[in-house]
């Protein structure tokens, strides 16, 4: 039972009645209207309810991880967590993780230092939430771990861990910890030393399971929106049977004293990036925590900060980097900068160590500028509960169990002055806890094709045996589930459509005023503007570019900095990127504070300055940064695809990105290319706005009427518009430089766009295909059986306008291990080209896609952000009713027939780069 004490009564002591007590559900612990219970066994329970949310949070965490991994078991924890997807005594095998799948929007886990953590995102229905509740009590108590699946779930930790000591700069953290306390404590990573797991025995697993997962050594965070009583009800009932145990020690991790690390400089010669990074790492200290997290905004936020200033706007680099590492063992700041071959090392590195060692102190003005930004990040925070939730997480493991020491720490925050800060940057930043890191391009002796040795061309299945997979729900209750999602999202969309008030502006641009309070209390504009067509803006690509991203950097009455400082000041944020021909510029603030945000964005809209010093800034900063090898198999696999299916010609806007064109195209855009696009194309005359908020429609309305309406141009506009090209089957092996993995993509055209009849059916295909890492048809193929891939990307994309889409599919795999991931993806098609899917998937699809749908039109900034397409296409919420009655009468016969008329293994076209394949040659463009 969940309590707080046990209250006996004074008569009832005396009377000798010992054995009865009164037991009350009381808090350990309330703030922020966040509370925390705790059951008789010692699990606790924090709950942060939000009624205006639409999904809830939940993450169960146990204080356990890496640091407890037996002596050369390092990676037990970490392979644990995989295994305890597989099964329970009571939810046996593969129906573990489906079910899963089935009532949750996200389902994930990861196991690092301190704690290994499940964490499950639900609608807020009690029965999704109960269910999850009840899986995770399984997990506590009665997981099944099997042999069987050990061998394979290693090969899978084999491939996660290729990944990430593949990424750069994953491998100077590890080698600095490595450094720091050697092959052990958290010199060890937690993702395991593939020798050591091969040497785990599963009594090792199963003594380190009841030693650890426990009720009493686990606190659970639920966070969203939820019936505090149900949830209760639910914790007591599933979790209060688990007995306590007793847990041993935790590994201590020694005290760090950086001054004695050796070595104390870093090189790793891996992907295409120059940079240099200054890690200054001291001991833990929480009371200094809060001062550190503002250094990489007080150094690298633009355009105030002090590296920003120093070495990317005297062209000494391309940009600068910051983060923190703070916890419960260490404090830990990375400073660093990006520069490209052309940039002078050395100066780098002076400038880095003397601005940052030696650099003049914050003022008081600097300081709240990046106070106001972080105290506006909370706020975000406390509305959200998926972030939230993790940022509770977090501060429940640095501090096992404190999370109130969050808000502590923000209000520590609020009350720190420049001469402290500065005071400890002083201490801090200096030579005594500086370890330098190098990252330098793959060398070009790693660059040459080796030799592959010669691979069954069998796939080896590591789990032969195949289990018969049992329903998860019967078909009827799938049928009803889909009809209840399908009534309440038509709720959904008449109620909200009720409110948003859409017309056209007598230049031609259209609006939809959305008057809704939003969950975080704020108002979100996103304005869309076409112009120009497929002749006037040919090679005006990178003119576009430069003109997006100068458009809010600046007017002729303000500075950036101006600007930036409003933005700050309201809460707020205003962005322009390029979207075909035209830009989407979205702006959003605090709904008090919007208003004159958004007047004041629209005035710098209207007079940008393009200045001339931002201007060159840019340019130089991306001809710096093309000005790179591209060599990772990532690279080499998307560019070679691109390459392969290209049927625009060099110019057009639709032609992929080359690097070698797009340098060419910056080194001729000059200032007055810019300036001369913005006046002779953007207008309002073929534009869209979407407002979401709390705001009065009339007034906006007349503020639309007044700033938009007159502004037009004669320029005449086309939509680009693409065509469906079917390419002939082909597979290209080709060469990247030399990592532990490859990259394979593969591309389908269809001749579909999502208007079309088959649309609903192929889209219920992608999600049997690949909706989930674990249980979909190709993360079977690819990870549970073949253990092949760590992780895998699928997606069926159609067009709004044409008819045209494809089915694409992603993957890293063991360097070599190419062709297994292609024969694997080949026979799944060909299996869905045989024999079809089941009526089982299609109803369980049909079931998650419309409870996805429904919780999107729950989310009024979800609705915001459709508003646009909408009226592009002059649409409305009404429309998404027809198109869930679409998903409703689908059939298991609707998808097999989109399979057979669409699934052309003859014009597959697939993409392997790894270190074994062949050097492709680039196009030409003289």
Known sequence: MITRFKQLSLSLCLIGLTTLSWSQAVLIKTQQ?????????????????????????????????????PKGKGGLAHLLEHLAFKGTQDVKGEAFQRRLDQYTLMTNASTEYYSTRYTNIVRPEQQALNEVLYLESQRMDKLVLQEKFVPS?????????????????????????????????????????????????????????RTWYAPNNAVMVITGKFDKQQVLKAVDEYFSPISARQIPASVKVPAL????????????????????????????????????????LLYTMQPSGSLYKDIVETGIATSVQGATWLDQDFNLVFLGAMYSPSQDTQKVETILTSKVESHQPFSEAEVNRVKQLMQTQAELIMKDPVALGSRLTDYIVSTHGNWDQYFYDIDQLKQLKPEDINQLYHNLFNAEHRISGDIKPTPESQKKALQQQAASSTLKTLDQQVTPVEPVKDIKTYKQEIQQFSQRAKQEAQMNEKKIQRGQLKNGMQYALFPTETRDDRIYATLTTDFGNEKSLFKKGTVLDITSYLLLRGSKSASLQQVTDKAIEAGGAATATVSDNGFVINIQAKKEKFPEFFSYMVDVMKHPSFEQSQFDLIKSQSLASLDRPYTEP??????????????????????????VLAKDELNTVTQEQVKALYDQFFAMNHARIAITGDFDPTKMKQYLDQNFAGWNTQQPYQRLSSTFTAYPAQKVHALSEQRDFGNYQSLLTLPVGIEHPDAPALLVLEHILGSSQISSRLAVALREKNALVYGFGSDINLDADDNIGALTIEANYTAGRGEQVSASIHQVLKDLLKNGVTEQEVEAAKADIMKKRVTSLEDERNI????????EHNKTLLDRIRRDQQFMVLHKNDVDQVIKKYINLNHFVEVMADQFGQAQKNPDFK
Not at 40 to 45: C, E, H, I, L, S
Not at 864 to 871: P, R, S
């Open 33 to 69: 209207d966040i509370e925390e219970y705790k059951l008789d066994n010692g699990f606790r329970v924090v709950l942060a309810p939000n009624q205006k949310e639409s999904k809830v949070f939940v993450n169960t965490i146990y204080f356990t991880g890496s640091l407890n991994d």
């Open 153 to 209: 779930e290693i090969e899978i930790v084999k491939r996660e861990r290729e990944i990430r000591l593949d990424q750069p700069f994953a491998v100077l953290m590890d080698q600095m910890f490595k450094a720091a306390y050697g092959n052990q404590y958290l010199g060890r990573l937690p993702i395991g030393d593939l020798a050591e797991l091969k040497s785990i025995k599963m009594n090792e697993l199963e003594q380190f399971y």
């Open 257 to 296: 004293d950086s001054s004695k690390i050796q070595p104390r400089n870093f090189t790793v010669e891996k992907g295409s990036d120059l940079a240099k990074f200054h890690m200054y790492i001291n001991h833990a200290d929480r009371k200094v925590q809060p001062a550190l997290a503002l250094a990489p």
């Open 634 to 659: 990532e690279t080499v696999a998307a560019l070679t695809m691109a390459r392969l299916v290209e049927t625009y010609q060099p110019g057009d806007l639709r032609y992929h990105f080359e690097p």
């Open 864 to 871: 915001h952000y459709m508003l646009n397409h909408q009226l």
